[in-house]
């Protein structure tokens, strides 16, 4: 086997490992030597995910030594020191120094970041980013984040807090989000809320209706679901296009089961981010390329490049 | 004289000029050389400023070359070619190579930048945010403009739009402004709006009030002129909190005339914006260092340190 990559995922129901020639970094669409994806179980911990992990890793490697491990990982993340600090999914994840933990099981050095970072980056490395200096990956699933790529590196803030789009404020009068502000984008925007509003509406909060299912309502022309759907669609809007005025980056890809609405939401989105956005102005809003792998070509991205020594 | 730097700044109404000494950059508070500020003539034009500019220069440098010339300019500036775009204030700045033409003058390379981001640069290097990596310095004045500081470098944006708070949009519902939209940060919180806001609540939109008197008012416990100038705080703070969400930086300095209007406008202006940023997210909000000499001091600061070859 050829000087590799090991790529892990520690997504919230997901744990998911790929290895990369190095070789394959040249290539116009790098191809994955080994590949798998496994469903965490409902009653996981942390030390069940990471034992899980290094097996899986070590079975795709088969007896190889990676040049680097990328980690991507579902939860916020100490980018400077590798430490997890916590996951909203999976228990035991407080403070746990997994990149020091990784570069011990595989004998190389480990890079770990959250996975809307690396996402960024995989997009900018891989994808929809190829070849811009600066750019904005959203999220837009169950909540709705972002990470930075500025001058060709990952803009992270003081503090690893940058990118959270889904916390700007964009109706001072809406409703309620669950962080204690009215009108953030993810409350309007998000897929669960949607779902939340339009069965609201719809009076019938028993509903048990998703996201992807407002969507498809939508499409079919029903009036309510329409009507939540533009709602979140121009609030997303409103948040980009604030963050063009202050930022002025030259694309936004946008990525997460929300963006597969349909041309209706992404119209809505489109037109709204150029109404706030000044005439002077100009980005581009297109979609990610990358879907269930986006971290793990991120995870690449992370540390492709690097300098290799432990 | 020794080694030294000449800052000049082409503001909407005035021209200054200043000398410093290089040996002074190392100092704790460095001081001019000599310094010097006109008022243009209300008819003047590009060609008027640019000759008395360089007459000023030459009379403070009195027959030295300046090792570089640093440049702010009160209108959007190319950076990268140093050709500024207009002036809002003053007509013939179409197009104008004011880096090439001061280069010839001054037979030294010369860097110009709009006002927001040198006083940005100004501020990080000599100011409030000494010490500190990353920072948006905002003026609240006429309008609301800001400059970035991310990773110790001026951040300009792919066009060099970046830093445009003031027309963020924190009230889709609220009232219109210039650009066409409702409810930009810049028509609520800058100083000849909230005048207009009192006027209008007043009863007498002819009644000659500035921004300033409105601040004066609300100190001396007028309830319209408190209600305007609150309105206007907290306006800016929720931009300024959207952005800590977006950008994680560690510091915001604010400038301008609007920032002198009392404890009751900064701590609405604070209360906002922690109100706005997510809990794990913090920044300090601290005044300007620097007053009308901002621009002088963040000329220097954008060719400081530099390659001093033309």
Known sequence: MADCILALDFGGTKLSAAVLPVSELAAGQPAWLAHERLFSPKDGNAQFD????????????????????????????????????????????ENVPLQKLLAAEFSAPVRVDNDANVAALGEWRF??????????????????????????????GHEGMA???????????????????????????????MAHDFMALSGDLDAGITG???????????????????????????GLGNTANLINPQRFILGGGVTKSGELWWQAVRQSA????????HFEIVPAVFADDAPLWGAVALVAGMNYEL
């Open 163 to 193: 990118g959270e789009i889904g916390h700007t404020v964009v109706e001072p009068d809406g409703p309620l989000c669950l962080c204690g502000k009215q009108g953030c984008v993810e409350r309007l925007a998000s897929g669960p809320y």
């Open 274 to 281: 150029e109404q706030v956005a000044l005439p002077e102005i």
């Open 127 to 156: 994808g929809a980013g190829s070849g811009f200096d600066s750019l904005f990956y959203v999220t837009v699933s169950t909540g709705v984040g972002g990470g930075w790529v500025l001058n060709g590196r990952c803009w992270r």
């Open 212 to 238: 992807k299912e407002v969507a498809e309502l939508a499409a079919r022309g029903d009036e309510v679901a329409q009507t939540v759907l533009l709602r979140g669609a121009r609030a997303l809007g409103v």
């Open 50 to 93: 990471i034992e899980t992990m290094i097996a899986l890793g070590k079975r795709l490697l088969a007896g190889k030594r990676p040049l680097a491990v990328g980690v991507s990982f579902g939860g916020p993340v100490d980018y400077q020191s590798g430490i997890v600090r916590l996951s909203h999914h999976v228990p035991g994840w």
